[in-house]
T-cell receptor, first 114, second 114 residues
Framework: GDSVTQMEGPVTLSEEAFLTINCTYTATGYPSLFWYVQYPGEGLQLLLKATKADDKGSNKGFEATYRKETTSFHLEKGSVQVSDSAVYFCALRMSQGGSEKLVFGKGTKLTVNP | KAGVTQTPRYLIKTRGQQVTLSCSPISGHRSVSWYQQTPGQGLQFLFEYFSETQRNKGNFPGRFSGRQFSNSRSEMNVSTLELGDSALYLC?????????????FGPGTRLTVT
């Protein structure tokens, strides 16, 4: 079935460091891909998305490119801040027989130290 | 525009009881999905409703059920609660069903079963 694999955390970085969180997927068709972020005690917030191959999603300095050839959607940020500390989830969304389903990775906890 | 709201935010129940959680989607959104989040299993899809019809269901026992009303508000019910049902229950709404429509999440209901 459809699945998402993302790098296990936790990831600890210093402020202004470069961030990469790897995400690969398995899907039978052509899914839309998403990154969600969850701050402590809160629900999930959509960070960015891409709906077709070679699309680049970007938001708040974060970027991810939909790579069909490597089935990947890695999240990157050039310079992280303490406020970026959160759990990041990679997800794909497929239509199955006319209905919707989001499939999430396990999440990667990021801690950014000053 | 108001976001997705979930009530109650916190709930404590004892084993064997039943519980009903409520979700109000963003105005104009007709699709509502429910997810269970636990430290061990991560985010797991429960079910999805569109225009009052259940369109997709995850791999959960029949104790988990839901419904959607004509105003798109949704409720989920868990009967005969077990300790393992302790989790954060997240509701998400989207405008439509195709994968390109992103889902917006509520803050969740934290259910503790004792």
């Amino acid at each position: 079935g459809d699945s998402v694999t993302q790098m296990e955390g936790p990831v600890t970085l210093s402020e202004e460091a470069f961030l990469t969180i790897n995400c690969t997927y398995t899907a039978t068709g052509y899914p839309s891909l998403f990154w969600y972020v969850q701050y402590p005690g809160e629900g999930l917030q959509l960070l960015l998305k891409a709906t077709k191959a070679d699309d680049k999603g970007s938001n708040k300095g974060f970027e991810a490119t939909y790579r069909k050839e490597t089935t990947s959607f890695h999240l990157e940020k050039g310079s992280v801040q303490v406020s970026d500390s959160a759990v990041y989830f990679c997800a794909l969304r497929m239509s199955q027989g006319g209905s919707e389903k989001l499939v999430f990775g396990k999440g990667t906890k990021l801690t950014v130290n000053p | 525009k108001a976001g997705v709201t979930q009530t109650p935010r916190y709930l404590i129940k004892t084993r064997g009881q039943q519980v009903t959680l409520s979700c109000s989607p963003i105005s104009g959104h007709r699709s509502v999905s429910w997810y269970q989040q636990t430290p061990g299993q991560g985010l797991q899809f429960l079910f999805e409703y569109f225009s009052e019809t259940q369109r997709n269901k995850g791999n959960f026992p029949g104790r988990f059920s839901g419904r959607q009303f004509s105003n798109s508000r949704s409720e989920m019910n868990v009967s005969t609660l077990e300790l393992g049902d302790s989790a954060l229950y997240l509701c998400a709404s989207s405008f439509g069903q195709t994968p390109s429509y992103e889902q917006y999440f509520g803050p969740g209901t934290r259910l503790t079963v004792t």
